[in-house]
């Protein structure tokens, strides 16, 4: 039987990839970020995870308005890396896991979340700034990945209570994948960010952290937190944070806060890294 091993959930600021890809780590404005990074890159490192499944959503690079999935899971050998408009990142392509992935395919379709398969697709800032947060800058990527992006774009977006039921499928959905891999599932984006209109610059702290607290110890109740409270406390962009929330039904209902990290500022954005791990009856 395969198992989730771990959840990590990390924000996927492009400003800190080019940090990474520049070499601009050292930097006062980035230093104090990046030595926060140590314990969970520690962490994965230790776990060895066999693959990772990463819940991210596509910001109009892969898709654009002719085509917006809900929930899109990726299928591929490979997925390159995606122009942003200064060119790709200079990172590894990213290794895929077809067997999951239609493993995946098939249990979340039988069991009722109806995916849009994706053979093809190139992957931006929000899952390659997670790789590199958990894994720093390398040759390749230590184990190979199934993408899952979700339409957190265009209104409208899925609810967080479907996004935490769907981590609940896919932990169902790993248990019967035939053999012993051992999984980390990410779920990036947030934490309260407004990259637009009047309210640009948004940022809150005080909602973020008791979001944090809540996905940890009452995902039920904030799963059922409605679009119109992120949008209204975390600003337009911080609906990313439902695919936080598939991270952490794919861990059970119980689980250990392995380690937790938040930062200001980076870019326009409460920055957020949240370890956990399943605990077992
Ligand atoms: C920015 C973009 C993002 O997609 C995000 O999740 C956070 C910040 C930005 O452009 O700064
Ligand atoms: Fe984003």
Same mark, same amino acid.
């Given at each position: 039987?395969?198992? +989730?091993?771990?959840? +990590?959930?990390?924000? &996927? @600021?492009?400003?800190?990839?080019?940090?990474?890809?520049?070499? !601009?780590?050292?930097?006062?404005?980035?230093?104090?970020? @990046?030595?926060?990074?140590?314990?969970?890159?520690?962490?994965?490192?230790?776990?060895?995870?066999?693959?990772?499944?990463?819940?991210?959503?596509? &910001?109009?690079?892969?898709? $654009?308005?002719?085509?917006?999935?809900?929930?899109?899971?990726?299928? #591929?050998?490979?997925? =390159?890396?995606?122009?942003?408009?200064?060119?790709?990142?200079?990172?590894?392509?990213?290794?895929? &896991?077809?067997?999951?992935?239609?493993?995946?395919?098939?249990?979340?379709? !039988?069991?009722?979340?109806?995916?849009?398969?994706?053979?093809?697709?190139?992957?931006?800032?929000?899952?390659?700034?997670?790789?590199? /947060?958990?894994?720093?800058?390398?040759?390749?990527?230590?184990? =190979?990945?199934?993408?899952? #992006?979700?339409?957190?774009?265009?209104?409208?977006? *899925?609810?967080? %209570?479907?996004?935490?039921?769907?981590?609940?499928? +896919?932990?169902?959905? @790993?248990?019967?994948? *035939?053999?012993?891999?051992?999984? @980390?599932?990410?779920?990036?984006?947030? !934490?309260?960010?407004? !990259?637009?209109?009047?309210?640009?610059?948004?940022?809150?702290?005080?909602?973020?952290?008791?979001?944090?607290?809540?996905?940890? $110890?009452?995902?039920?109740?904030?799963? #059922?937190?409605?679009?119109?409270?992120?949008?209204?406390?975390?600003?337009?962009?911080?609906?990313?944070? /439902?695919?936080?929330?598939?991270?952490?039904?794919?861990?059970?209902?119980?689980?250990?806060?392995?380690?937790?990290?938040?930062?200001?500022?980076?870019? %326009?954005?409460?920055?957020?890294?949240?370890?956990?791990?399943?605990?077992? #009856?």
């Amino acid at each position: 039987m395969a198992e +989730i091993v771990g959840g +990590i959930g990390t924000s &996927h @600021v492009p400003a800190v990839g080019v940090a990474f890809d520049k070499g !601009l780590t050292d930097d006062p404005y980035w230093a104090p970020y @990046v030595a926060k990074l140590g314990p969970a890159r520690e962490w994965i490192a230790e776990l060895e995870p066999d693959a990772c499944i990463v819940v991210y959503n596509d &910001h109009a690079c892969a898709f $654009s308005l002719e085509l917006i999935p809900t929930f899109a899971l990726g299928m #591929a050998e490979e997925f =390159p890396i995606a122009d942003e408009g200064f060119g790709p990142r200079p990172v590894p392509p990213v290794p895929g &896991h077809p067997e999951l992935a239609w493993h995946l395919a098939e249990s979340l379709v !039988l069991d009722e979340f109806d995916m849009t398969l994706v053979n093809e697709m190139s992957v931006d800032h929000g899952l390659t700034v997670p790789l590199s /947060v958990a894994f720093g800058q390398v040759d390749e990527w230590p184990c =190979p990945v199934v993408p899952l #992006a979700v339409n957190v774009v265009q209104y409208p977006p *899925p609810t967080g %209570n479907r996004c935490y039921r769907l981590g609940q499928a +896919i932990r169902r959905a @790993v248990e019967s994948f *035939p053999g012993d891999e051992r999984i @980390v599932i990410f779920g990036t984006g947030g !934490l309260s960010h407004q !990259l637009q209109a009047e309210r640009a610059g948004l940022i809150n702290v005080d909602w973020d952290l008791a979001f944090l607290d809540g996905l940890v $110890s009452e995902p039920e109740r904030v799963a #059922a937190i409605p679009h119109v409270e992120y949008l209204r406390e975390a600003g337009s962009e911080g609906i990313e944070l /439902v695919m936080w929330l598939v991270m952490r039904g794919a861990l059970g209902p119980e689980v250990r806060e392995r380690y937790r990290a938040t930062h200001l500022p980076t870019s %326009n954005t409460h920055n957020g890294l949240l370890v956990l791990e399943p605990t077992r #009856a």
